[in-house]
């Protein structure tokens, strides 16, 4: 057997200094949504105020005309659908909930 002692890692049972604290407490702190590039684009997503509708149509005519929106994408038409929503999944873990 060797004789070689297992070292704890330095940081268990010791403070460590938060050093961002200070920027987070006076709003001075940059995040992810602060960022602003050349070129970028924001999105928004409207849900359906009715809790599990059914949707039969979109129309998104006034949406499209309004100035400065670049794409209408409702999830429907969406080659991405599967990724956007949450009732293509036929389970939710740790409840057993089946959507259809």
Do not use: N
């Not at 704890?8 to 938060?18: A, C, I, Y």
Request: hydrophobic residues 35%.
């Amino acid at each position: 057997m060797s004789d070689r002692s297992v070292q704890r890692p330095k940081s268990v049972g010791v403070d460590v200094p938060r050093v961002e604290v200070m920027e987070k407490l006076t709003g001075a702190a940059l995040y992810t949504g602060d960022l602003l590039l050349p070129g970028m684009l924001h999105a928004k997503l409207k849900k359906s105020p009715h809790a599990r509708a059914r949707i039969v149509s979109i129309d998104t005519s006034r949406a499209e005309a309004l100035p400065g929106v670049h794409a209408v994408l409702p999830v429907a038409s969406s080659t991405t659908a599967s990724a956007c929503t949450s009732s293509t999944r036929t389970s939710w873990p740790g409840r057993g909930t089946t959507l259809r």
